[in-house]
């Protein structure tokens, strides 16, 4: 009996030192020189570099801390899942409300309420655009400090429209305004019976047209995300869709490669050499046409999208960022303040030089509109003001959905299958995907 006690004991004392050990470990693993921070993103090269030099001041004011910032280009949500799931997550990682959206992560319990740390970190969520903000929450709490977005704009190429005797259009154009400037600016110029420039761009890709549909009343979900038909299918929906197709087909306002299943990125070359007039598109587009406006080899403007008649409202859609917290990071507390000061204003200030997106902070981004060089910051804040988040946001099967879409205009516009017909199909091939995901989630 002395031997099962005594065993019973040193049990008791090993397990005591042991957590003793284990909490000494833990606060050296926060502040000591052994703590390293992951932190996992999506970045090209000049972003890359910049994110360096924001995390490198995080570093200076935490003597002791490593951080690695690894760059993922492709299956990065898979990716980041997979890790998270074997325990071995970054402290950071980057989600959007589109192709890396947080909605899955979010409903699946696997990323930190920020929200509880807001005090303690001295962040005030109120600086932020509320509508950026309202991506990453929940009721009770906040799932990823935004980093920054994009709403969905038109671009103009002024000499294009200069060259056509063409008025830039006001803010508060109409689709029929839209479809009169296409029809302008498409021309034959040497006389070959060929159009030589074309008023704009139709790309199959749904986060473009996703603000069109919402333009003409309609949507592609029910409002609790759980169904397509009576939406995708409906008139509302099907004006808007028809609208863009016809631009193709009846119109014949869009250059044929265009629209081509492929992304040849060809529209930016159209456009940059004044072959289109107008192209959809966000802020990011702007790093990469930045230098040809700054050479001179372009002037261009920006307009937000046009309203669907004179009595509706503006609307656009907006595709935002933010850094989240995986839940089972080793450095919890740590991880939270280098989320937090990745989206802090001075990060964003640095970001906002390069231009990729706008600013989640209102502040940061009104001291960029107002030192803007180009004069279209100022469009932005208009577009940014009539801006709803997608339904990447919180739809956990969005990923699954979304791919669907471009179906429709593949099948409207090259097979010339009757739209109703097609939405109808996409539509309860879309509820198919949500019930199996209801099925699985109730089975766990």
């Keep these: 009996m002395r031997v099962a006690e005594r065993a019973r004991d040193l049990r008791r004392r090993i397990a005591i030192a042991l957590t003793a050990l284990a909490a000494t470990l833990g606060c050296a693993g926060e502040t000591g020189e052994s703590t390293v921070l992951r932190v996992m993103a999506w970045a090209g090269p000049e972003e890359r570099q910049i994110e360096q030099r924001i995390l490198d001041h995080f570093r200076e004011r935490h003597p002791g801390i490593r951080i690695e910032y690894q760059s993922i280009s492709s299956n990065y949500r898979e990716r980041l899942l997979t890790s998270i799931v074997a ?192 192209v959809t598109s ?66 964003q200030r640095m970001r906002a030089e390069y231009g990729l997106a706008i600013p989640s902070l209102r502040a940061v981004h009104e001291d960029a509109a107002a030192n803007d060089p180009y004069g279209l910051e100022e469009t932005f804040l208009f577009a940014a003001r009539n801006g709803r988040m997608s339904w990447g946001s919180v739809v956990e099967e969005w990923a699954h959905v979304e791919v669907q879409m471009p179906d429709i205009l593949d099948r409207v516009i090259f097979a010339g299958e009757p739209l109703d017909e097609v939405t109808s199909d996409i539509a309860q091939r879309i509820d198919a995907i949500l019930a199996g995901a209801m099925e699985g989630s109730s089975l766990r």
């Design 87 to 278: 325990g071995t997550p970054p402290d950071v990682a980057l989600l959007d409300n589109g192709s890396y959206g947080a909605a899955p992560f979010i409903a699946r319990g696997l990323l930190v309420n920020v929200a509880a740390y807001l005090d303690r970190i001295g962040v005030d969520t109120s600086a932020y655009y509320p509508e950026v903000l309202e991506i990453f929450r929940r009721p009770g709490g906040l799932y990823a400090f935004p980093k920054d977005f994009n709403p969905i704009v038109v671009y103009l190429n002024r000499d294009l429209f200069d060259e056509a005797g063409v008025p830039l259009p006001e803010r508060d154009w109409t689709w029929a305004d839209f479809l009169s400037i296409a029809q302008r600016l498409t021309r034959d110029v040497d006389g070959d019976g060929r159009p030589d420039t074309w008023g704009t761009q139709v790309r199959r890709v749904f986060y473009l047209w996703q603000p069109w549909v919402w333009a003409a009343g309609g949507d592609v979900l029910s409002r609790d995300g759980r169904r397509a038909t009576g939406y995708l299918d409906s008139p509302e929906t099907e004006t808007a869709i028809r609208f863009l197709t016809d631009l193709v087909t009846v119109h014949r306002v869009v250059p044929s490669v265009d629209v081509r299943r492929q992304s040849t990125g060809m529209e930016r070359n159209f456009f940059l050499t004044g072959r289109i007039g107008m």
């Design 282 to 347: 966000g802020h990011w587009w702007l790093p990469s046409i930045r230098h040809y406006i700054d050479e001179g080899k372009v002037r261009i403007a920006v307009a937000p999208l046009p309203r669907y008649d004179e009595a509706s409202d503006p609307v656009t859609v907006l595709y935002a960022a933010g850094w989240a917290v995986p839940h089972n990071t080793r450095h919890k507390k740590l991880a939270v303040e280098l989320a937090a000061h990745l989206s802090s204003a001075e990060a």
